[in-house]
């Protein structure tokens, strides 16, 4: 179910006004950016912190938001997936007032002194990190990527502006209404948070041309919406695209190690970006490995896709085509391929992948910080899941989202990532000979 | 003059040749952005090295390189101004390989840990440093941006597609062939800087669309060339664009150090981006303060443009209008307003400036320091000149630039600005719960 699938919203709006009303909203942003810049922390905190009471007293109006938009998704006929995505319930309304909760007790990401030295003239130069100004969200269903996208922005000192999923709209509403709550109850403007009021589609095409208004674009959703913003956008986009996450599997891999990552990484959630799609086995040892490998993948539902040489030692495996070294399946499906030792893995990944995340399996020192430097991707690791591609398993309370770009940020994006950086020079009467 | 200037180069190529020769380009320099990115801290020292060497030696060749240039723009009927640009000397040579060795000597920017932390599942978590990949270099006349840019790109770890200005492409082509040498000679591939061997602007258009094979564009010119690329380019570009830089005289200020600031600020080269484009002073001093300010100025040959206030003060100067509070003049031309304190001077630079560089001439600490938060710009300065907007002066070497985007890298731009960074993670058998 995409934006395009409720063209007749109760709020559309005449183009027009649609204009008009998305220019207020930037202006509205903007000046509430200016004053969440010069907020200190404590308010910034106090605020995430009443949000999440806000989010707690205000929960019977959102979970009847939510209703209302689960019936208009029912007459829709949405499917049984995208029904639980968007779907609340007390429980996960508790989990949205705690996300905004750890997001409070996060360090303030804003004001740090990221490098401070002297040059021989005296100058003192330091370099601050400082907020990013306003910053567009552009996602889809899940209502509680509205909390989490609008206080991460708001921890950071940015004003946010929202343009949910459509089928979400009720609920963005009611949730964005407590996020203001909160904000003026700490004193900064219930205007750093607001969500685009309308669910025309229009809406995203002028946010992307608001580049005197919006600083930078974060969409987040599939991948015809993150290649229509970075096609259209006037503004600087962070964008997340496909995560083609591999495992491979080193002639000097731990075999109890192997048969739990490999059965992690794909299947304990086969939807996310940190999901492994291919499998790679160094030739030297996939007649050990694979057998085990891929009879605990197929006892959790997984289907296999493999090359020739997968074929030769399990032929119940599916044969392989290129396209699917290609494939993000965010599905119980897996490629799998016989390659040569970490050099051939590293071709691969760096030819079919994403940068999104890899990971090798490996007890060898030397094998491993080679396949660290080597593959060219946001996250690497050794001997752990690729499930870990999370900001919150990182370590940085909530994310944003997976940037794939290579300018940063790339990697997780939490709160720190939604600073930039301004440079503060003291001097006492220098000019430049 | 422009690119667009020299449309029968002795270099054109037909389009479908340009396209396989610039694909051809790209392909190229991936392949040697690979090998950088894994060559040693020293291997690269040592091609910038020998790199500047070869510059010397080749020294005959690039000033005949750059006489042949010269002839050209002559015949074009170039200006002085740009003619002094263009030209080279043996001097100027020797500047360019003192430079590179410049370069050489600065910290390797790639590899640094930028942060390292461990988690309570036992991963332990690194961002370190890694080179962007391919930059694109697209800029005008000065060839010995043709040095600096591709050695800092490579210092970095990656390749350059260097396009520069059509009037000094024969001496670009004669500096790029010594860098070149320099990577040889150090077992690097010589192609990980190279030259587009055309001067049709058609090039420009094919750069900003290689996606595939260039990561970052870096723009170094002026604002319709920076426009253009910002419109066009389907590739993240780090984007310099105005400084409208001001100069701030606050109450406190020390009356000595204002006039040399200011006249440091504006007149000690009016055609590079960090010189001051507008003063503004506070009312309660501006009978005190400006009259000696603007005699200086008008004594060194500065036009003046002043707001009433200013022109009750000295009727000499010229009526400023709106227009001149956003302008970038890039001339001995000085726009001067009188405003109501830190106030007034910080919501001026805010709504007219570009977010580039500003500075405050005070002795009173808070004020400095409400000014130095609160002005939104690359680069806040307190009792020094705007003038020192520049990387050397930061200590960073030599740049490419300074960007005025929000999103890093913003300021200057050395070697390290041309790194992004990787997350590497160890761990010994995790997975996610």
Known sequence: MTTDTLPHSPTSLSEPDLAAEMSGIGR???????????ASADAKTAALAAAAAAVRVRSPQILAANARDLAEADRQGISAALRDRLALDAGRVEAIARGLEAIAALPDPAGRILAAWAQPNGLAIQRIAVPLGVIGIIYESRPNVTADAGGLALKAGNAAILRGGSESYHSSHALVAALSDGLRSAGLPGTA???????????????????????VIVPRGGRSLIERVQRESRIPVIAHLEGICHTY????????KARAITLNAKMRRVSIC???????????VADDHLPAILADLRAKGCELRGDV???????????????????????AILSVRVVDGVDGAIAHINHYGSHHTDAIVTEDQRTAERFLREVDSAIVLVNASTQFADGGEFGMGAEIGISTQRL??????????????????????????
């Open 249 to 256: 599997i080193d002639a000097a891999a731990d075999p109890a």
């Open 274 to 284: 940190g999901a492994t799609e291919t499998l790679l086995v160094d030739r030297q």
């Open 193 to 215: 948070v607001q969500l685009v009021p309308t669910r025309e589609r229009a809406a995203v095409g002028l946010m992307l041309a608001m580049d005197e208004h919006i600083d």
């Open 408 to 433: 940063p940020p790339r990697g997780p994006v939490g709160a720190e990532q939604l600073t930039t950086y301004k440079y503060v020079v003291r001097g006492s009467g220098q000019v430049r000979p």
């Open 309 to 331: 040489e997968t074929r030769a030692i399990d032929p119940a495996v599916l044969a392989a085509t290129e396209e699917d070294w290609r494939t993000e399946y965010l599905d």
């Open 28 to 38: 509205r942003a903007r000046e509430a950016a200016a004053a969440l810049a010069l």
